[in-house]
């Protein structure tokens, strides 16, 4: 929270500067509006320095760690091919998809990886 702080706190001397700031509130805009990012809970104006450093601290955390702690606690089971097979390399099983769904067993499966 202080990097953030202190960072806004070096380019805005009060509140009325961040309000006054069009390109903060163009972004605000952007971000909120629902022909844009339509980002849920993001205000579509920021008014004042404390609203922006929250703002910042949550696109931070967001793009960063909660990022990386929902993601990369994937990698040990999706690096394991036959967990999730980017392709199969054997024709699918005869079945009419809509009516009867075609039975993939083990064996089918094993022997159409790469």
Same mark, same amino acid.
């Given at each position: 929270?202080?990097?953030?702080?202190?960072?806004?706190?070096?380019?805005?001397?009060?509140d009325?500067?961040?309000?006054?700031?069009?390109?903060?509130?163009?972004?605000?805009?952007?971000?909120?509006?629902?022909?844009?990012?339509? %980002? =849920?809970?993001? @205000? *579509?104006?920021? !008014?004042? #320095?404390?609203?922006?450093v929250?703002?910042?601290?949550?696109?931070?955390?967001?793009?960063?760690a909660?990022?990386?702690?929902?993601?990369?606690s994937?990698?040990?089971?999706?690096?394991? %091919? =036959?967990?999730? @097979? *980017?392709?199969? !390399?054997? #024709?699918?099983?005869?079945?009419n998809?809509?009516?009867?769904?075609?039975?993939?067993?083990?064996?089918?499966?094993?022997?159409?990886?790469?």
């Amino acid at each position: 929270g202080n990097y953030v702080r202190k960072v806004v706190d070096s380019a805005y001397m009060n509140d009325n500067d961040v309000k006054n700031d069009k390109h903060i509130q163009a972004w605000a805009l952007e971000t909120s509006g629902p022909e844009k990012a339509d %980002i =849920p809970g993001f @205000p *579509n104006r920021i !008014f004042s #320095k404390a609203l922006l450093v929250q703002c910042l601290q949550t696109l931070i955390w967001n793009v960063s760690a909660a990022h990386s702690a929902v993601n990369f606690s994937q990698y040990d089971y999706l690096s394991y %091919i =036959p967990n999730r @097979p *980017n392709a199969l !390399f054997k #024709k699918m099983p005869k079945g009419n998809i809509k009516d009867d769904i075609p039975d993939y067993d083990g064996e089918f499966l094993d022997s159409a990886l790469p």
